[in-house]
């Protein structure tokens, strides 16, 4: 394991080698079952994806407190909103673009600005959902959801950190969003990893440039950083879990020790983690910056690791994005 | 005169019961419900010839409605807004706000004094309600049909703890042109949600002109039987039945009232016309509708309001 | 046997006509389009194997319907996909383009090997249809709802421009859940779009199960009738009762086939079961399928398809 | 009048003393008009509000043309994309709440993954609706459409620029977000003032700062940096008025030139023009940035210019972005 690695993290032994490979939809299925053991109040709403959100656990364990609401998505945050109000601590979960994008409306008021206490999953997140094409890839869902006042918008990097955040987002009294992919993905935190909400983490020390990356590209900003430093350039990862409220002491920290930012994200370029990083860096400590991304076009069919590489969202487009920006540092 | 105890009960073909209407309510109870409704459209009125913008048709055609609710058939207690045990209404067509804040301010959810803050900076008397922003609120709106699932929910958690309290929700006949209100029908009539109890706000108008020109609804009550319900088609100006069809307990499903009212209602030069959808009277208008109003309280009404 | 021109006029009480069927269709076609409904299952159980994923139980389902449609119903021309005057059709259940997509490959629409790119990088076969990918995609799809909505709007464009082409549309049951379907139903309804058919796949299964216990419809054809359409109920399976659904003439109303089916119909193993809903058979599935339906077509087929 | 306006946008003679008052609204309106004059093909859709969108008149005009939704936004925009595949050329019309927040999902597939030619009009937009209160506030609307590929989104500085934008946009065949506000504001620029879309237009010269603007702001840009020329500040104010796709060589340019920026806009911080402007600065030319926006909260009830004063969205507002970044610089 690299000597770079923050040891406070406990970040997974085998990281380098052979990581386990779990999809982090799973730990959202295991962590909301936690969370309703919990919290008798915790409920959970499904639009007619039961199975592939992960929520089958959760019915089987509390047939009572869930709630089929068949393929109507609207209708899904409106009933939960009304539970919110009567004490419940609801999940409504379906695929990230129906959920927050056929609902954004009723997100935006029936939820946000009421402050109900929904929490809203959106399952199947970013372009690896692959095959099913580009209508079914949410690449446009951390865009709609951190413009919303009152709205906790987090993307979790991994079966472990998924797990405890859907713990975690229980216990908070505020709407949240989260989304998480389908794929298997490398699990890079352990049981140990501590997850606070809010608190960007650094999971690699490094001074010559920082990667700011969230969900599974921080995988692969590990990957280039441990490339890069065979070539002796010194690579700071940040896993920036929480997107809002975003981690602005960390991120101009950054900046300023290192001078130049690149931020990796399965998500477009307009409107996600990028565009938050480049507000903070312009309003406090503005350094070139470089951006790994859906580069503002619709994806496509395809085997989810073709899409990734083809898109550049891999360790490979992160190698070159960090070459480049050091190049204008 | 029917005394509180007596129940209509109404059998099916099998002679199981379907359902029961209570019949307890007294000529003054009556008197008193419309002369609270007078009390309600007057400070409609006030409040929007003030605030000088907002909708005034809706909410004089429901002020019956809304007293009938807020004083006879809801369990409520306007000093303990947040009672767990409460009957919970929420204003699905958010639009007709000013005639929940009359109701709550004349019920004592707040001082009265405030209702002329209507759509200003700072009060609590948003230009569409903003819920936690005054007590009563239990919902917020603006955009259509997001209530009635909000109303769903409220009732589904009732559904699961076991509650006895029931949820109204009032819907406009134009908001019914969005297909959450559709979502929302079916999940209630699959859940049988019987204590729910809808209300349909059918006056006929919208923003555009008629509902039968703009986006014709009929059938209308053919469609809501059809999603599941049962059905009332009630005088939305006439207490009694109102109430009747309040009372009227059904076992196995969810109810609506498809209440007919007549946009403006109390207001001769407002009624029927959709053109006061969504504006306020003037000064002079605003007088001319209080005197009318004033003449309706002084005809029927032997009652004076302690409220006032 | 009816000849072509023969016509059957249906009669209102008053003696009006409501609408005409057309009975022309010979044995010999109808074997026809039974073949055609196979080969396209086939088509369909290869593409799936190959894929790995992707949508089986509706897209054998419809198979029947696809080739009285694309065979038979439709004016198109494979070789002009873009003929101004050509009847649309657009799949709103787009999860179920398998099915589409065999029936464009066995019209003509596209080289039949591509079938076996589906859902591969670079393929014009996307996981769910992209309009301008493939040529005889009329819309884009996979949110559900968003295609009754565009063919409304493909049926409204040819009524502004008085243009005589027909616009076919299937939903799938569980899509119904979405208010933007009632939405939709609503709009076509009130401007009476007699140029619009909708194909309703009851095949009563959704993701989650059945769908009378995810999210109950029935009475499904007193929800269509109210919502102003002409419900024509059907065998999703018998081509010649399709047919003459398809060719009735209404002339007041816009139509609805409330067409009956069987998911995964043609193969045994995956009749009924809401589980193939979005499965793929995987080659020892696949080759079952495929004797299966050898065997269905051997039965009855005669005649043998030119485009194989 | 300044000097250091740019003579080749001739703007009005009266901007700095009593500038004609008029809803952009009116622009809409009267562009669209136009627009079904000089091509049979443009229809109109609109859910139930065809006064305060200003449809009335089209309605008149072409009542063949005109089309009644009723309030089914989601509806609306699918039936535009299915007149656009068949050769209209649709405005799809309502409030910019609920279009495109309530038909978020249908824009996205049904037109912008499509490519279908439909014009969406966000009515009503911005806090400047005033007493409706927070709800019927769009200030989301650039975020949620910006991140939307093959999307065009426009945010038309006055009256005449809308009219001219609604005219402009008929033109090219792809799908085009266009926002404006329902109050009187004032007329700026006048029918000479050439209208391109793409392009971002440098209203005034100047060199120690830029105030990158759009809609309503441009004015309150102008009036800032006239106050501030009497400190001997010159202050370069830029009509950004394509938000998407931005022209980023004009603001480079800016950024390089003056060496901070200060964005205006009625909208969200998060995902609207800031963010845009900070995105293509930090990759290209990363100088200090200050927004003038809403701060990720919701809006209220209130008298248009109350609120907008209450939330900083005027010229006092920019006036401290500037002197802010300017001591950062
Ligand atoms: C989603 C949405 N679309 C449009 C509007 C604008 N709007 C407010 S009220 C209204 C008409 C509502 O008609 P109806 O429900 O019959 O109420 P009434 O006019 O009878 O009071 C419209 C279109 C809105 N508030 N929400
Ligand atoms: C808006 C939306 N929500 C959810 C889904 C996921 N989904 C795809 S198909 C399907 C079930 C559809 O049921 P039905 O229309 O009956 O099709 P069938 O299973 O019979 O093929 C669901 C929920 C989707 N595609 N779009
Ligand atoms: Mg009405
Ligand atoms: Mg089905």
């Given at each position: 394991m690299?000597?770079?690695?923050?040891?406070?993290?406990?970040?997974?032994?085998?990281?380098?080698?052979?990581?386990?490979?779990?999809?982090a939809?799973?730990?959202?299925?295991?962590?909301?079952?936690?969370?309703?053991?919990?919290?008798?109040?915790?409920?959970?709403?499904?639009?007619?994806?039961t199975?592939?959100?992960?929520?089958?656990?959760?019915k089987?364990?509390?047939?009572?407190?869930?709630?089929?609401?068949?393929?109507?998505?609207?209708n899904?945050?409106?009933?939960?909103?009304?539970?919110?109000?009567?004490?419940?601590v609801?999940?409504?979960?379906?695929?990230?673009?129906f959920?927050p994008?056929?609902?954004?409306?009723?997100?935006?008021?029936?939820?946000?600005?009421?402050?109900?206490?929904?929490?809203?999953?959106?399952?199947?997140?970013?372009?690896?959902?692959?095959p099913?094409?580009?209508?079914?890839?949410?690449?446009?869902?951390i865009?709609?959801?951190?413009?919303?006042?009152?709205?906790?918008?987090?993307?979790?990097?991994?079966?472990?950190?998924?797990?405890?955040?859907?713990?975690?987002?229980?216990?908070?009294?505020?709407p949240?969003?989260?989304?998480?992919?389908?794929?298997?993905?490398?699990?890079?935190?352990?049981?140990?990893?501590?997850?606070?909400?809010?608190?960007?983490?650094?999971?690699r020390?490094?001074?010559?440039?920082?990667?700011?990356?969230?969900?599974?590209?921080v995988?692969?900003?590990?990957?280039?950083?441990?490339?890069?430093?065979?070539?002796g350039?010194?690579?700071?990862?940040?896993?920036?879990?929480?997107?809002?409220?975003?981690?602005?002491?960390?991120?101009?920290?950054a900046?300023?020790?290192?001078?130049?930012?690149?931020?990796?994200?399965?998500?477009?370029?307009?409107?996600?983690?990028?565009?938050?990083?480049?507000?903070?860096?312009a309003?406090?400590?503005?350094?070139?910056?470089?951006?790994?991304?859906?580069?503002?076009?619709f994806?496509?069919?395809?085997?989810?690791?073709?899409?990734?590489?083809?898109?550049?969202?891999d360790?490979?487009?992160?190698v070159?994005?960090?070459e480049?920006?050091?190049?204008?540092? | 005169?029917?005394?509180?105890?007596?129940?209509?009960?109404?059998?099916?073909?099998d002679?199981?019961?379907?359902?029961?209407?209570?019949?307890?309510?007294?000529?003054?109870?009556?008197?008193?419900?419309?002369?609270?409704?007078t009390?309600?459209?007057?400070d409609v009125?006030?409040?929007?010839?003030?605030?000088?913008?907002?909708h005034?048709?809706?909410?004089?055609?429901?002020?019956?409605?809304?007293?009938?609710?807020?004083?006879?058939?809801?369990?409520?207690?306007?000093?303990?807004?947040?009672?767990?045990?409460?009957?919970?209404?929420?204003?699905?067509?958010?639009?007709?706000?000013?005639?929940l804040?009359?109701?709550?301010?004349?019920?004592g959810?707040?001082?009265?004094?405030?209702?002329?803050?209507?759509?200003?900076?700072?009060?609590?008397?948003?230009?569409?309600?903003?819920?936690?922003?005054?007590?009563?609120?239990?919902?917020?709106?603006?955009?259509?049909?997001?209530?009635?699932?909000?109303?769903?929910?409220?009732?589904?958690?009732?559904?699961i703890?076991?509650?006895?309290?029931r949820?109204?929700?009032?819907?406009?006949?134009?908001?019914?042109?969005?297909?959450?209100?559709?979502?929302?029908?079916?999940?209630?009539?699959?859940?049988?949600?019987?204590?729910?109890?809808?209300?349909?706000?059918?006056?006929?108008?919208?923003i555009?002109?008629?509902?039968?020109?703009?986006?014709?609804?009929?059938?209308?009550?053919?469609?809501?039987?059809?999603?599941?319900?049962?059905?009332?088609?009630?005088?939305?100006?006439?207490i009694?039945?109102?109430?009747?069809?309040?009372?009227?307990?059904i076992?196995?499903?969810?109810?609506?009232?498809?209440a007919?009212?007549?946009?403006?209602?109390?207001?001769?030069?407002?009624?029927?016309?959709?053109?006061?959808?969504?504006?306020?009277?003037?000064?002079?208008?605003?007088?001319k509708?209080?005197?009318?109003?004033?003449?309706?309280?002084?005809?029927?009404?032997?009652?004076?309001?302690?409220?006032?």
């Amino acid at each position: 394991m690299s000597k770079s690695l923050n040891k406070k993290f406990h970040l997974a032994e085998n990281i380098f080698d052979s990581p386990d490979q779990v999809p982090a939809r799973n730990g959202y299925g295991e962590g909301v079952v936690e969370a309703g053991k919990a919290d008798d109040n915790v409920v959970v709403l499904c639009c007619d994806l039961t199975e592939s959100t992960r929520n089958a656990d959760f019915k089987e364990a509390f047939p009572n407190r869930f709630i089929e609401i068949g393929i109507a998505e609207q209708n899904m945050a409106g009933i939960g909103a009304g539970l919110a109000f009567a004490g419940k601590v609801p999940f409504i979960s379906s695929y990230a673009t129906f959920n927050p994008g056929r609902n954004w409306d009723q997100i935006r008021v029936s939820i946000c600005y009421s402050m109900a206490n929904v929490k809203i999953m959106g399952a199947h997140a970013g372009i690896s959902v692959g095959p099913d094409g580009a209508t079914h890839q949410a690449m446009e869902d951390i865009a709609i959801t951190r413009c919303l006042p009152n709205l906790t918008v987090i993307v979790p990097t991994d079966y472990w950190e998924t797990k405890k955040a859907a713990i975690a987002i229980a216990k908070i009294d505020s709407p949240v969003y989260m989304r998480f992919g389908r794929e298997k993905i490398p699990v890079i935190t352990t049981e140990k990893t501590p997850f606070q909400i809010g608190r960007a983490d650094t999971f690699r020390n490094g001074k010559d440039v920082t990667v700011v990356a969230c969900g599974s590209l921080v995988y692969e900003a590990l990957v280039a950083a441990e490339k890069l430093s065979k070539s002796g350039i010194d690579v700071r990862v940040i896993n920036c879990h929480t997107i809002k409220p975003i981690d602005e002491k960390t991120i101009i920290k950054a900046a300023n020790e290192t001078g130049a930012i690149v931020t990796a994200e399965e998500h477009q370029v307009h409107g996600g983690l990028g565009n938050a990083v480049a507000e903070v860096v312009a309003k406090n400590s503005p350094v070139p910056m470089e951006y790994v991304a859906m580069m503002d076009r619709f994806g496509e069919s395809g085997e989810p690791n073709e899409l990734m590489q083809k898109f550049g969202l891999d360790s490979k487009g992160i190698v070159s994005a960090i070459e480049k920006v050091l190049k204008r540092k | 005169m029917w005394n509180s105890n007596t129940v209509l009960i109404i059998l099916k073909k099998d002679n199981q019961p379907e359902g029961t209407i209570i019949l307890a309510v007294t000529d003054t109870q009556i008197e008193y419900l419309e002369d609270m409704a007078t009390h309600i459209r007057e400070d409609v009125i006030i409040m929007l010839e003030k605030a000088g913008s907002g909708h005034s048709a809706g909410s004089l055609g429901t002020a019956d409605i809304f007293s009938t609710l807020y004083f006879h058939i809801m369990k409520h207690d306007p000093k303990n807004p947040d009672w767990e045990d409460r009957d919970k209404f929420v204003l699905s067509n958010a639009h007709i706000c000013p005639v929940l804040y009359a109701t709550l301010a004349e019920a004592g959810y707040y001082p009265k004094k405030e209702i002329t803050t209507l759509r200003k900076l700072g009060s609590r008397l948003q230009g569409h309600p903003h819920r936690g922003a005054l007590p009563g609120l239990e919902a917020s709106g603006g955009p259509l049909a997001q209530g009635i699932s909000i109303a769903a929910g409220l009732a589904m958690s009732a559904r699961i703890d076991e509650k006895r309290n029931r949820i109204f929700c009032m819907v406009g006949d134009g908001e019914m042109n969005e297909g959450q209100i559709w979502e929302a029908l079916l999940f209630i009539g699959k859940n049988r949600l019987h204590n729910f109890t809808l209300i349909v706000d059918r006056n006929n108008i919208q923003i555009d002109g008629f509902t039968e020109d703009v986006m014709p609804l009929e059938p209308l009550k053919d469609k809501l039987t059809s999603f599941g319900f049962h059905v009332i088609e009630v005088d939305g100006h006439n207490i009694r039945t109102l109430i009747e069809a309040f009372d009227e307990t059904i076992f196995e499903k969810p109810k609506v009232l498809l209440a007919h009212t007549i946009p403006g209602k109390g207001v001769d030069f407002m009624e029927f016309k959709p053109e006061w959808h969504g504006k306020p009277p003037n000064k002079e208008e605003a007088e001319k509708a209080l005197s009318e109003l004033e003449q309706l309280r002084s005809l029927g009404g032997k009652i004076t309001c302690e409220h006032e």
